[in-house]
């Protein structure tokens, strides 16, 4: 019996000691991958692989692990445009890099200047004399325009290359809302801020039709240029003037048809791609299956070829996504976070500042906060620049009239300059069920607003007053930045959007010009002989980020599903499911006054794709406020 119990002892401290192995080894791997940084030693001699598994956005959002733990489908990922184009533009003049491949199957969009910026760092790699090929099962506008940068464009057999341009419609709930005596409480300066009115028409009003038209035309005119430009064999009039006839003409194959129009050069499988790669960049000496090649991923590049940091710092802050209250973000823009990072930059003694904004709008009061925390910066006699991406409209310009200077593309949307609110309220919907209200009040105001009884007339006259006096505020911000008259301003607002070249027109933009224009400005004000550019960004979640690695790597190739015709259609389904539930939680969560665009579109790779679509609890939670 004694020899029994000194073997199960024995077995039990195996038992203890093979645990706490366990655990060790757990809490190692754990650290390592928290800790881990990609290595300039990765780079090896042969392709740059990009694999956009996602979109390409001015910052990725922040990921929330436990949606990434417990979700049954992998997020979908988002990619730093800045870190792209330093990327794309390295291997240019790196000698390992013989080639840069980008597999752009499971794609899902960039804004229109973040296309213009990767076409021409990938304009830069063909100029080195180095080749470009792209790979996908389908491509699509964005798609088609990266691509068409390429010196080799391939597409699957199976799948094709599609061009739908831009623009779309809008759903309009007014008459169901009246259907269901829900009153949509709407109070708003400007002809064209027409943010308001899917909430009160059946359709869109004719100014912001005549805007609409003006704005899509030029974005459109933009896409076909650049296009026509890089690939000037295409024929872009066949295929979006006739769609059918031209599918019709390769016998409804979508992959040869997109061949006989010269969106793509070459049909075939992964596998054929990969040959064809490994014939430029070389075999990998670790993989010999089919269609392996060596290559190198983007982040080991960027740690081979890090960005200046000698002399004095310009700061760059990102005011990127909706503009909210509070410290949310990255990929939305909280306005007290945005403020901290300013004020951060100010405290640091920085040179010069620029913000680099990307976002359609949203609170004003969120948007006067990140302004304020601009002008504590201007105070003290150093130069800020604006350099606007894809979108700079709404509270996007509102956070930009401190600048000295304002740098825009051609296919920047911006503008909107107009002010809104919407409150609805149920008292029509309670008494068609017998559910009606009394009371008592002391004063006009009294319980008032009040969502379920309805709004006293004074009520409206006075939130109608504040958010008039909260254009006046915008409109003369405007004027005094661009030293005009509040008359000349509101000529030009009204809440109507333009792109980037008639902005530039019109006096909103100062000059055509990426961020290291816009950098390059403020160094120059500063009187810099040396400098770099100091990003203020929020740190990354940790653990977020251990999620992003333990779903794979670069190359794993796990984020959206790779599409064909079919496909697409049925995601654009899904974005637009998430759309309507999008605009009942803007009608039911409670804000104040909004300076938003309706008008910006979004890519595919925006909130919808990245699953922020609300449940009907949800809603219900937020419009309670528990």
């Not at 302004?371 to 003290?380: G, P």
């Not at 008039?468 to 005009?484: M, P, Q, T």
């Not at 290291?516 to 980020?545: C, E, M, V």
Request: glycine share 12%; charged share 20%.
């Amino acid at each position: 019996m004694a020899f029994a119990r000194k073997v199960w002892h024995l077995l039990v401290a195996i038992k203890d000691g093979l645990v706490l192995l366990l655990m060790l080894l757990f809490f190692a791997a754990l650290y390592g991958a928290l800790t881990s940084r990609p290595s300039a030693g990765l780079v090896r001699e042969g392709a740059l692989l990009i694999k956009l598994d996602g979109s390409v956005v001015e910052e990725p959002a922040a990921q929330d692990p436990l949606a990434a733990l417990t979700s049954s489908v992998a997020p979908t990922r988002e990619y730093r445009a800045r870190d792209m184009v330093r990327a794309i533009s390295a291997a240019a003049s790196d000698d390992r890099i013989k080639a840069v491949v980008l597999d752009l199957s499971r794609f899902t969009g960039a804004g229109s200047v973040t296309l213009g910026e990767l076409g021409e760092a990938l304009d830069l790699v063909r100029a080195a004399k180095k080749p470009v090929l792209t790979w996908a099962l389908a491509y699509t506008d964005d798609g088609v325009q990266l691509a068409a940068h390429a010196t080799e464009v391939w597409v699957d057999p199976l799948g094709g290359a599609f061009v739908t341009g831009p623009g779309g419609e809008n759903l309009y709930y007014g008459p169901l809302l009246e259907r269901l005596k829900i009153k949509a409480h709407v109070y708003k300066v400007g002809t064209y801020k027409d943010f308001v009115e899917p909430y009160l028409l059946d359709g869109q009003s004719e100014p912001a039709r005549q805007a609409r038209i003006a704005l899509y035309a030029s974005l459109w005119d933009n896409w076909k240029a650049d296009v026509a430009k890089a690939r000037p064999k295409a024929q872009l009039a066949q295929v979006t003037g006739d769609p059918v006839g031209w599918l019709k003409a390769s016998g409804g194959d979508a992959a040869k048809a997109a061949l006989a129009a010269g969106l793509v050069d070459k049909l075939g499988d992964s596998v054929a791609f990969g040959e064809r790669v490994k014939a430029v960049a070389g075999a990998d000496p670790g993989d010999d299956s089919p269609g392996a090649y060596a290559h190198t991923p983007p982040a080991a590049l960027l740690a081979a070829h890090p960005e200046n940091s000698s002399g004095d710092a310009v700061a760059v802050v990102t005011v990127a996504g909706d503009i909210i209250d509070g410290k949310a973000g990255p990929g939305i823009a909280g306005g007290e976070r945005i403020a901290r990072l300013i004020d951060q930059a100010n405290a640091d003694d920085a040179k010069a500042l620029v913000l680099r904004v990307d976002s359609p709008g949203g609170s004003v009061i969120a948007s006067e906060q990140i302004r304020l925390a601009v002008e504590r910066f201007k105070a003290k006699g150093r130069p800020v620049a604006v350099s606007m991406a894809n979108l700079a409209a709404s509270g996007g310009y509102w956070v930009s009239t401190p600048a000295q200077r304002i740098f825009a593309q051609p296919s920047t949307i911006t503008g909107s300059i107009g002010i809104f609110s919407v409150i609805p309220s149920f008292e029509g919907a309670l008494a068609q069920y017998g559910v009606h209200s009394d009371g008592v009040r002391t004063t006009p105001l009294s319980g008032q607003p009040d969502p379920f009884s309805g709004f006293t007339p004074e009520v409206d006259a006075m939130l109608q007053a504040n958010v008039e006096a909260g254009y006046n505020r915008f409109i003369g911000l405007v004027a005094g930045a661009r030293k005009k008259s509040p008359q000349q301003i509101d000529a030009i607002a009204q809440g109507r959007v333009w792109d980037g070249g008639t902005a530039r027109q019109n006096g909103l933009v100062d000059q055509f010009g990426g961020l290291d224009d816009a950098i390059g400005w403020a160094a120059q004000q500063a009187k810099l002989d040396s400098w770099h550019p100091a990003f203020y960004r929020t740190d990354a979640n940790p653990y977020a980020s251990l999620m992003e690695r333990l779903g794979g790597g670069e190359d794993d190739g796990e984020g959206a599903p790779a599409a064909d015709l079919a496909a697409i259609i049925a995601q654009r389904q899904q974005s637009g499911l998430a759309r309507i539930m999008g605009d009942l939680q803007r009608l039911l969560t409670v804000r104040g006054a909004q300076a938003y665009c309706l008008d910006c579109p979004v890519q595919d790779g925006g909130a919808a794709a990245r699953g922020d679509k609300a449940g009907l609890v949800q809603l219900a939670r937020e419009w309670l406020g528990v």
